[in-house]
């Protein structure tokens, strides 16, 4: 036994809230989007840090159904960073062995992006190392709301029966019904709020939440968060035994 033997294994699924990229580029006297391209620099670097941490599924909150709120060039240069990073990031997040997965409402987004987001999906389908998925236009309770009225439409249809609709049942309608719920989810610079992000599926997650903006989160950090996730104890509302 060694001295490890009272931890857990490392979390198997981790989400992150990335937040902080415009104070960081206010910090520099720089615009907003600034600071989103620096945010977009240090995605890469969680991804490649996952194998190493034994971090299956990543999850990340890129853009929510609140976003749109911002002005409409932030908003747009938002889109034209995440079409440009999809292009650019293809060929090394196959070669890497990353799964790559989209969750939230398409249906606003731009067509040209949705095809780049269902190519990446179909090249990387057959990945397993890393399972990256990309929270894009996402709202927790709007996903929830996605998910019922497809359920309904079944309902209606006669092929479900609603005394048979539990929780199991709903969850199998939400985006993520592929994925383990969150062990871990971190929320970066500072806030501590959970913004709409996986409200269902992080009903037993843990959360920490650090003061670094989003841009200086480095690998180093996020072996630190996960060395404390390991050191807790978790026990889903049972008494210990
Ligand atoms: C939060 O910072 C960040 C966002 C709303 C966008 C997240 C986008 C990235 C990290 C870019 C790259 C992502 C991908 C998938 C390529 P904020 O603008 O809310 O910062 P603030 O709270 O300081 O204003």
Redesign the pocket.
């Known amino acids: 036994m060694g001295r490890h033997s009272n931890e857990r294994p490392a979390p198997e699924h981790v989400a992150i809230i990335?937040?902080?990229?415009?104070?960081?580029a206010q910090a520099r006297g720089k615009p907003?989007l600034f600071?989103?391209h620096a945010?977009?620099r240090r995605?890469r670097e969680i991804v490649e840090a996952c194998p190493d941490l034994g971090v299956k599924y990543l999850t990340?909150f890129?853009?929510s159904t609140e976003?749109w709120k911002r002005t409409q060039a932030e908003v747009s240069g938002?889109m034209r960073?995440?079409k440009r990073?999809l292009m650019s990031e293809t060929k090394e997040l196959i070669e890497a062995g990353v799964r790559v997965r989209f969750i939230g409402d398409r249906m606003k987004l731009e067509d040209t992006l949705v095809s780049l987001m269902d190519e990446l999906e179909l090249l990387t389908c057959e990945n397993d190392k890393v399972h990256l998925t990309?929270a894009l236009n996402y709202g927790g309770r709007d996903e929830v709301a996605r998910a019922t009225k497809r359920l309904s439409r079944e309902v209606a249809a006669g092929r479900l029966d609603p005394e048979a609709v539990n929780a199991e049942t709903l969850a199998r309608y939400l985006d993520t019904y592929v994925l383990p719920d969150p062990d871990l989810v971190i929320r970066t610079?500072g806030e501590a709020r959970i913004s709409n992000f996986l409200l269902w599926q992080s009903a037993y997650s843990e959360y920490e939440f650090v003061d670094t903006?989003?841009p200086d989160f480095t690998r180093e950090e996020f072996a630190r968060v996960i060395g404390g996730f390991s050191a807790r104890d978790r026990r889903y509302g049972a008494v210990p035994g």
């Open positions: 990335m937040d902080g990229n415009g104070r960081w907003r600071g989103h945010g977009a995605v990340i890129a853009f976003n938002l960073l995440f990073y990309v610079s903006l989003w």
